[in-house]
């Protein structure tokens, strides 16, 4: 098990900074590659990372939340109606628009809800997944009803229209970059805060620490984030359609934090890219692909049981060479204060 | 990470294109038809018929030696993708079938597939033979998507002349899933229902819904003279019929959405329980083509898909290959579609349809072939009534 | 006024079938503090089970469905013994390792059985009626195999050695282990009898309503919402939720039609996990 106290808090979080740099790289993909294939996985990967950082944020609050479609679905039904609707096409807007939609939905709801803790939460933010939804059903004028909206123009980021392949997916990454950004400043900043909530949060609690007001930005930030992938949902298909939020769908993004590892940044981004590529080449193998998808949830999680990144650290720290620079560093890789659960 | 994740992905397509062609080496040239369709979840039945209907064209061609294209025999291989009946899932498969060059894909099924593949197609010029009842399932704007069937716009109608003729009756609710595979056909059908003088009522329930006690009772305190179970699935009909009859309704239930009735009738307790019964059913089926099913089970050494759906999918996948033969090519995308537009709808088993499309999507891209109309009087099953093509007009 | 009456004797049928749902499922979380998402795989299993002893060897139906009780809790018992267990102290890590084995479960039953409902028919059928109220005889059956259940499962935890040992490692786990309690033998067992219960229900209720591969999906979610609303781990409260979800989903629906019926339930779920948070008649609080 972690400690605390054997983490480096003042050093600059090194998972954070690996994190940002290999997500950069991804701007090298639509350069380096012409296959669609490539793109299509490297686009999902990143509209996948990106949602699943914030089930990382509320996870470093000890909280699981099945509500990250529908804030996507938030975030992406903004924009697309802003588009639709309001005829908005710059890239800079939308962005701003998709993080601000669902945060300030997160906002008054986060005050309502966030006294629930453990599977009561759960519950309730699957319970808001399904409504979601069923709004949407609901509400045909606004949201085109089942059949979604379709049809909105191409972004365009100023003044370079943002149609092809290669754009869209420069584009993800430059918004995946982004939210990696934040989730970064944001568990950095609140390091402690946090560690404390999910570490005892009655005691936190009873030695002065305001948790609900962490507790509402956290899940604010997170449900911000989720937009943001709603809308890169949504501009890769061009479309916003109900079947890109289902209730079911929130499982994917919890499974990509776990099997990836919670107990760093980089998790999400590992978990996310390996399971979405694996979905994709499962999906050649029709009635076996979900079962393969399970399978390979079910290994991962039994070898590595602290995800993949907590087990790497483990086995780095116990078996692996030390560090250039000192060794224990190897802590850096974990968010200050999460415990590398084994 | 970017550029190893790269990498990766690279070397997967690489071994998975090797291992695809492996084996075709003694063949002069290759057709490859990418089949997309959900065939996972709870619509796996729709897609795995769609895969079957695929993979018997490519087998009937390859046991004539081949498929002629010019003066070469191209052997004929499908490769399948699961795309989940989602927009991203369908999305994600063209994307794949891009990478590995193929360039004419057969399916999807869903409108959400359809929905999100046909940005794709357009980008990348591929040929769409493609299902899906939206009421923007295919368009001007849309020139190499066809459609392998006409939705409700093209046969409700007719079956409701028909169920009016026989039991008259003057209101009818249909019972359809609140998403889109049910509100895009049973509101067409409402006003197919409208159109003939029959007040229409729809009731809507949450797609995974179990047990429908509730959803009956709200429909028959309408009061209706006729149910309609619309493009319920199966599964769903056959709980729907066995409950309202368990309610005490003695009405004649239609279904104005698709084929599943033997499904139907084993989940709901029998053709009495079932009792009068109209539906649609997409091809009508007589000895030429129950041949098909019979060739599938000689040529792929197994049992034919349940889902009446495979015969129509057969003569889709059928055009598109003779389409590829006119043509002379397997990979001028554009000219393989002039042919497919040019060639007369006419199929050995199913006989002549019409291309159809124009009036309701804007484009005469829709395959029409004859179709059935499914009766079950009093409990006994009745011979399919055979109609005309649809012209959609 | 009949169709009050029929819409609460739906309420009192979906109730019992929601009720046998989520007995199993809040003695796994109670007991284990495991959210099981394979509860539905186990529920569609037992269906199959039943389905093919009746179908392809001719097992008379009552038989059929103990078989298939022990075949869900036999592997139930087998999962939660070579792999469950290894994680048993980490909630993330169950979730997903449930997750994966239903997928592989939903997966497995579409390859055998294939993707359509085969026929698989309850052996009792008919209707009672008195004017315009009616009950499905059926649903008699499911009633008194819920309150059987019940009471027996009631028996078994609270009057057994048994049960008094799985309370015991629910309520306090190192104290319980301290005094002697041995998980690695009695968890599995527990698993194994709550899976036992899903395959019982879904071998009683499939032939009454449907059976085919995907039906698991809706159970879990209705599973969860009971178990939670009645407050984790207890039985008499997750009876009780299972009836007023029964309720309000009958008396919605009818009144308000299927979507909007949907919609009030989950409205009315968040509304009282809002005000109660910890459930209608819950008390304690585990993390998950």
New interface residues.
Partial sequence: MWRRARSISNVVGLGEILSVVVLALAFVIPVASDSPFTHSVANQTLIAITATFSVYIM?RM?L?TFAVPAFMGLGGYAVALAGLRGGVTDAVALTVLSFAVPALVALPLGA??L??????F???T???T??LL??I??TPGLTGGSNGLVGMPPIDLFGLSIADNRQVLAFAAGITVLAAIITAALTRYYRQHFASIEENEVLAQSLGLVVWRYKVIGFVVAAGLSGMAGFLLVNMLLTAHPTSFS??SS?NY??YA??GG?SSILGPIIGSTLLVWAANIFSIQG??S?????????I???LA?GGIVGTAILLWERYGPAWPWGAARASGLAADGARV?P | MGNRFHGATTMAATALAIGLTVGSAAAQCELKLGVIGVM???A??WG?ALRGAAELVAAEANAAGGLPVGSQKCKVSTVSIDSKYTAEGAAAAANNMVSQGIKLIIGPIGSPEMTGLKPIANRNNLLVMGNGYAKDAIGPQWPLVFHQGPGPSGWAAPIVEVAKAKFNMKKVVLIAP?DQGGTDIASVDAAAYKKHGIEAIE????R????F???I??AL?AKPDAVDTASSP???A??IIKQLR???FAGPIGRLGGP?TE?IA??A?GYEVLKNFYWYEPVYIDDKVRAIAESYKKLMNANPP??NLFFQWVSATRMVTKAVTKAGTVDDVKKIADALRSLPVEDENMGKGLWIGKEFFGINQELSFPFGIGLILDGKMQPVLRHEAATGK | ME?FV??AL?GV??GA?YALLALGFTLI?GILGV?N?AHGGFYVLGGYVAYACVQHLGVPYPIAVMVAALATAGLGYVFEYF?LE??ID?H??T???T??????M???I??VF??????F?FPI?G?L?SG?I?I?LENFVVLSVCLLTIVGVYLLMYFTDFGRALRALADDRPVAMAQGLRPGILFPAAFGLATGLAGLTGALVTPI??L????G???L?IS??TV?LGG?GSIGGATAAAFIVGMV???S???L???????TL??L??VI??VR???LFGRE????
């Fill in positions: 996870l000890d699981l309502l809800i006294r629930l803790r453990g599977v009561y759960v519950l309730v699957f319970v808001l399904e409504i069923l709004v059903f609901e209730p079911i499982v919890i499974a776990i099997v919670r009635e076996y979900q079962g393969l998808f399970g399978l390979l949830i079910m991962c999680v039994t049981k659960r | 996972s979840g709870p796996a039945q795995l609140n009731e809507y329930y949450q995974g819904t179990t047990n006690a509730p959803i009772t709200r305190n199966p599964g769903d056959g709980i368990q309610a005490g599943g499904e084993r989940v307790g349940e889902n | 169709g029929n819409t739906i049928s979906l079938q979380f959210v998402f792999l290894h994680l980490n993330l890590a979730l997903m390792l997750l994966g084995f239903y997928l592989v939903a997966t497995g579409l390859v294939g993707p359509e409902s085969p026929e028919r059928s209707t009626r315009g009616y499905p309503l449907s085919a591969p995907h039906i999906d809706s159970v979610a969860f919402i939670i984790l989903e009958a008396f629906s009818v009144y039609g299927g979507s909007k019926g949907a919609l989950f409205t779920v968040l996990l809002v948070p910890s459930g609080v585990r993390g998950a």
